[in-house]
């Protein structure tokens, strides 16, 4: 006895309940997050920060600074609207950045493009990243942190 080729009714409808029962899953956690992307994104954006920070002391001709507080997780450039980062992100100011107000640390970009320098660590767990300025260049650069 020969049969047709095929699914049957019952097996297409177990596929789809399969189907529903994985995506119902997916869609209850939300997106798709990753610590380290998170961590990175905040990193690339301070680090945007202090670099236009620079130049806006260069081009300005006068020093500009960058507030940075650790305990409110924000920075912010002279004068202008704070960033903030995400809570569940460590964030650890190094000397030499100079100490402001409270926990607030600054660093600061000379005309001449120097900097007051200084190190600030972000991370979650083991993951760290390292957003540097060197005092003498007032160069910014980020790296993995050990």
Same mark, same amino acid.
């Given at each position: 006895?020969?049969? !047709? @080729?095929?699914?049957?009714?019952?097996?297409?409808?177990?596929?789809?309940? #399969?189907?529903?029962?994985?995506?119902?899953?997916?869609?209850?956690?939300?997106?798709?997050?990753?610590?380290?992307?998170? #961590?990175?994104?905040?990193?690339? @954006?301070?680090?945007?920060?202090?670099?236009?920070?620079?130049?806006?002391? &260069?081009? /300005?001709? *006068?020093?500009?600074?960058?507030? &940075?507080?650790?305990?409110?997780?924000?920075?912010?450039? !002279?004068?202008?609207?704070?960033?903030?980062?995400?809570?569940? &992100?460590?964030?650890?100011?190094?000397?030499?950045?100079?100490? /402001?107000?409270?926990?607030?640390?600054? #660093?600061?970009?000379?005309?001449?493009?120097?900097?007051?320098? /200084?190190?600030?660590?972000?991370?979650?767990?083991?993951?760290? &990243?390292?957003?540097?300025?060197?005092?003498?260049?007032?160069?910014?650069?980020?790296?993995? @942190? *050990?």
């Amino acid at each position: 006895m020969r049969r !047709d @080729a095929g699914f049957t009714l019952i097996e297409v409808l177990v596929v789809l309940a #399969i189907v529903a029962v994985v995506l119902g899953v997916l869609i209850g956690r939300g997106p798709a997050r990753s610590r380290g992307l998170e #961590i990175r994104a905040a990193a690339g @954006a301070l680090a945007q920060n202090l670099r236009a920070a620079r130049a806006q002391a &260069i081009a /300005g001709d *006068h020093d500009v600074s960058v507030a &940075i507080d650790p305990l409110r997780h924000v920075f912010a450039t !002279d004068g202008a609207p704070p960033r903030l980062v995400d809570p569940g &992100i460590d964030m650890a100011v190094l000397p030499p950045a100079l100490p /402001g107000p409270g926990a607030v640390r600054l #660093i600061r970009f000379s005309a001449d493009g120097s900097s007051t320098g /200084g190190s600030v660590v972000l991370g979650s767990g083991r993951r760290r &990243i390292d957003v540097s300025v060197e005092w003498l260049t007032g160069k910014v650069s980020v790296a993995d @942190a *050990h």
